[in-house]
């Protein structure tokens, strides 16, 4: 069974920092795209950072040049460094990982469960 644990996530005054990680879990199977989403309350779901498989990133404009996304493929896990955080980064953050699981040969999205972050003074 695929599952993806988050860890993290807490309360940080503004301009600080915080490092989110995403675990993945499960045997024969091929992790493809990584990603972390996050969603604040009365708003949509918004794409934060993606990573794929070969360390291609992609992130949001109003992250960039403040949050970094890697991944450890040898430990199934993704990383979202975050610093220079603001309070509109206030939101419960998610980890989205494309999973092929071999025994099927088809791929789908896993979605870990959130992590709160909070930015206040």
């Known amino acids: 069974q695929v599952q993806l644990v988050e860890s993290g996530g807490g309360s940080v005054q503004p301009g600080g920092s915080l490092r989110l990680s995403c675990a993945a879990s499960?045997?024969?199977?091929?992790?493809?795209?990584m990603g972390w989403y996050r969603q604040a309350p009365g708003n949509q779901r918004e794409l934060v950072a993606s990573?794929?498989?070969?360390?291609?990133?992609n992130y949001a404009d109003s992250v960039k040049g403040r949050f970094t996304i890697s991944r450890d493929n040898a430990k199934k896990t993704v990383y979202l460094q975050m610093n220079s955080l603001k309070s509109e980064d206030t939101a419960v953050y998610l980890c989205n990982a494309r999973i092929t699981i071999w025994r099927y040969g088809s791929s789908r999205d896993y979605w870990g469960q959130g992590t709160q972050v909070t930015v206040s003074s």
């Open positions: 990573i794929t498989s070969g360390g291609s990133t």
């Open positions: 499960g045997s024969a199977i091929t992790i493809n795209d």
